[in-house]
């Protein structure tokens, strides 16, 4: 709704509801007094509305630009992938974070279905989520 719509709302709102309100000896209120204190209470309702609109874009931008409330967590888990030349395990984030087995499973496979990681199995048996872009910066490190 834009500022006009709600001022004529409360326009016809005033009008309507103001006689059922005021004493009898008292003088109807003029249409300019009428229209003063509808774009009032109209400017104050949009003013409101918009501050919560923004406030509502501002955390959503907010968690854009960071990654949401996991931005930490998902910083500690690609300081252990670069650590380990991108390859790790579950157990390799829980044993070097302050994450348990299953937020760092989570986590994990949660970059293997954004393509960020592979998987891969180990002659063990375990299960190696495979970082190519951290292993290929690795090798190049080394060469010079």
């Known amino acids: 709704m834009n500022l ?26 003029s249409n300019f007094t009428i229209i003063l204190i509808s774009l009032g209470i109209a400017l104050i309702i949009m003013i409101v509305s918009r501050m ?12 854009k630009e960071i990654g949401g409330k996991e931005s930490p967590r998902v910083i500690e888990v690609l300081s252990i992938v670069k650590a380990n030349e991108g390859f790790v395990t579950i157990a390799d ?23 960020h990681a592979q998987l891969k199995v180990a002659e063990t048996g375990d299960v190696i989520f495979y970082f190519p872009g951290f292993h290929l910066a690795s090798l190049t490190e080394q060469k010079e």
């Open 4 to 29: 006009i719509s709600i001022t004529v709302i409360f326009y016809f709102f005033i009008k309507w509801v103001g006689p059922v309100f005021r004493p009898e000896d008292e003088p109807d209120l």
């Open 93 to 115: 984030v829980a044993g070097n974070s302050e994450l348990n087995m299953r937020e760092s499973e989570e986590i994990l496979y949660k970059f293997q279905k954004e393509g």
């Open 52 to 63: 919560k609109g923004d406030i509502t874009q501002l955390e959503k931008l907010k968690n």
